[in-house]
């Protein structure tokens, strides 16, 4: 009988997800062993050698089996790795993407240029996850700061707080607060409370039209939620909403904001933002040199 080890595990793992046309064949088979065998990735690669048991063996088949399916890794296991935290992750919400960090290094960069006298207010719209806004709890230098994270899907809000509870403590959990709303709550409570109190908008709002979203991988379109992913026919109906309902919320004499697009959606969006603000934005390209980020400094009239 065959011995399987850790290399030839993955060896077939990666091999048999290729001919099969599974995509990212080598992450899917490290991750998944990793998983199986509590081994960090490096420690696969440590461990070449290593044998699972049968009951290891018999476990990873399992999880191939799911992922053949194409449902996505990180929903196999429940878990996404954003920076620095390890999210729980279910089909209620957007898998975090690489792409999606740079937001938080621009809120970050922002957040601390305007560290002062008093709280920095960041508020975000649509947190899904909560990969940005815990993000930013936990890598913001300043002790003086509050997030509000607003998400209109009650379940993804749930799986939201569930991330804050185990990736936050004590000061820096307190300093992040959840509202169900689209957008933002239009209470007047909400309104009276933070109009223009918010230094930093930060938003992933869906920006994927409704064709482009029929060419999307099978892994993308038949597991994550399409609400969070498609905005409408054209993929650009989030971005005027989304400039005018956070408008009266603004600090003056000046506050900024970060939103994630991509280069479809670039154009309308800046006109969108122009329209509300009198102004043009800056767009910003990821490492892959594609537009990526709108970016502006919004100072008042």
Same mark, same amino acid.
């Given at each position: 009988?065959?011995?399987?080890?850790?290399?030839?595990?993955?060896?077939?793992? %990666?091999?048999?997800?290729?001919?099969?046309?599974?995509?990212?064949?080598?992450?899917?088979?490290?991750?998944? +062993?990793?998983?199986?065998? !509590?081994?960090?990735?490096?420690?696969?690669?440590?461990?070449?050698?290593?044998?699972?048991?049968? *009951?290891?063996?018999?476990?990873?088949?399992?999880?191939?089996?799911?992922?053949?399916?194409?449902?996505?890794?990180?929903?196999?296991?429940?878990?996404?790795?954003?920076?620095?935290?390890? +999210?729980?992750?279910?089909? !209620?919400?957007?898998?975090?993407?690489?792409?999606?960090?740079?937001?938080?290094?621009?809120?970050?960069?922002?957040?601390?240029?305007?560290?002062?006298?008093?709280?920095?207010?960041?508020?975000?719209?649509?947190?899904?996850?909560?990969?940005?806004?815990?993000?930013?709890?936990?890598?913001?230098?300043?002790?003086?700061?509050?997030?509000?994270?607003?998400?209109?899907?009650?379940?993804?809000?749930?799986?939201?707080?569930? !991330?804050?509870?185990?990736?936050?403590?004590?000061?820096?959990?307190?300093?992040?607060?959840?509202?169900?709303?689209?957008?933002?709550?239009?209470?007047?409570?909400?309104?009276?409370?933070?109009?223009?109190?918010?230094?930093?908008?930060?938003?992933?709002?869906?920006?994927?039209?409704?064709?482009?979203?029929?060419?999307?991988?099978?892994?993308?379109?038949?597991?994550?939620?399409?609400?969070?992913?498609?905005?409408?026919? *054209?993929?650009?109906?989030?971005?005027?909403?989304?400039?005018?309902?956070?408008?009266?919320?603004?600090?003056?004499?000046?506050?900024?904001?970060?939103?994630?697009?991509?280069?479809?959606?670039?154009?309308?969006?800046? !006109?969108?933002?122009?329209?509300?603000?009198?102004?043009?934005?800056?767009?910003?390209?990821?490492?892959?040199?594609?537009?990526?980020?709108?970016?502006?400094? %919004?100072?008042?009239?």
């Amino acid at each position: 009988m065959q011995a399987w080890n850790v290399k030839k595990l993955l060896d077939w793992g %990666i091999d048999y997800f290729s001919r099969k046309k599974i995509l990212e064949p080598r992450l899917s088979a490290e991750l998944l +062993l990793s998983a199986v065998l !509590n081994f960090s990735r490096v420690k696969l690669y440590l461990n070449y050698n290593y044998e699972p048991t049968p *009951a290891e063996l018999q476990s990873f088949k399992k999880l191939i089996l799911k992922r053949l399916e194409h449902i996505p890794v990180q929903y196999i296991l429940g878990q996404a790795f954003f920076r620095k935290i390890t +999210l729980y992750v279910d089909q !209620n919400v957007l898998i975090p993407r690489p792409e999606t960090e740079l937001l938080v290094e621009e809120a970050l960069e922002i957040a601390e240029s305007r560290a002062g006298g008093q709280a920095i207010q960041i508020l975000e719209v649509g947190t899904g996850s909560g990969a940005v806004a815990i993000s930013l709890a936990a890598e913001l230098q300043q002790k003086d700061f509050n997030i509000i994270a607003t998400e209109k899907s009650t379940k993804a809000l749930e799986v939201a707080k569930k !991330n804050a509870q185990s990736q936050l403590a004590g000061e820096k959990r307190s300093r992040l607060h959840f509202f169900c709303a689209d957008v933002v709550p239009e209470t007047p409570d909400f309104q009276q409370a933070y109009k223009g109190a918010i230094d930093l908008v930060i938003a992933n709002p869906p920006y994927i039209s409704q064709a482009g979203f029929e060419k999307l991988p099978k892994q993308v379109k038949d597991f994550e939620p399409r609400e969070a992913l498609v905005a409408g026919p *054209a993929g650009s109906e989030c971005f005027q909403p989304l400039f005018e309902k956070v408008k009266p919320l603004l600090r003056k004499p000046v506050s900024h904001m970060v939103i994630e697009l991509d280069s479809l959606t670039a154009p309308a969006a800046k !006109n969108a933002f122009r329209a509300v603000y009198g102004k043009r934005p800056e767009i910003k390209k990821d490492y892959n040199q594609k537009e990526r980020m709108l970016v502006a400094e %919004i100072r008042a009239d």
